[in-house]
């Protein structure tokens, strides 16, 4: 059980629509009952997940982006995105919605592990999938958004 | 929203989504969406540590535009299912342009539903993303 609670704030949604070039009127709306959400927006959650990974933590030395050095991992961390050759990407995303997301909603998210598997890439060596399922529901309990994501750990850098 | 009368299998729906992607661009989703991973703006730790020739986009900073062109095509609050493969990474100084395609229209519980396939190509032609779509018919 993640511990996501997310509230749906129309000036996030205005600068998430901004991030991604999308000049909607919809996502800019005064009133917060006219303004509905890009179908990506929920991925945004992760701004309310204390424990997010990719994102510095106040006061926290550990980051490892780099800084003096090229990066600021003090040990070699194993998490993936943690550098080195071996460095998580991003797959595939899939969401499937079931009620509209509101202003003013509250989001919860549960997180269940899903299937994993490797394969060989020309490009980037072994590949070693997973999957992840997540569920956002609302204050109400009611299922919003199944979002299913998979990542893939390269054995070394993607050619290109 | 779609029209059942006023389209068919095989109709498509192209537009623009980035024109030269900036850095800032990156940097602002980087800021919106939560996601800080240093692989998108961090060009030392990129090149140095993670062994790529520069920082590149989110592959949800491309799905999230690729979500623009299926908003326009579709229509508001009309997906059901919108899902994508990232291809090829997208890096700064790409142009996008993405095109839905109507593969099917059918009829499930009451509803009428169009299936669509999409693809995301850079200026060189590559394809960035791959994927697919449901949505509502009126």
Redesign the interface.
Known sequence: MSKIKMPVEKSHIMMFARSIGDANPKYYEEKDENVIAPPTFIQSSAQFDPDYFLRPKIGGDNWFGSGKEATGMKSSGSGSGGGGAAMGLHAEQHYEYHKPLKVGDVITAEVKPGKSWEKESKRAGKLKFSESVTEYRNQDGELIITATSVGVVTEKPVEN | MLKKNEIKVGDTYSEK??EDLKRT?IV??A?????????H??D??T???????GVFA????S???T??M???FVG??T????????T??VWPGDSLESTATIIDIKEEDGETLAEIAIETKNQDGATVITGSATAKVG
């Open positions: 989504l980035v661009q602002q989703y800021g919106a969406s939560g996601d800080y991973n240093p692989l703006s961090d030392k730790f090149k140095e540590i993670a062994g790529y020739p989110h592959g949800m900073l799905m999230g535009m979500g623009k299926l908003t326009n508001d609050g997906l059901k299912k919108y899902g994508v493969r990232f090829n990474q």
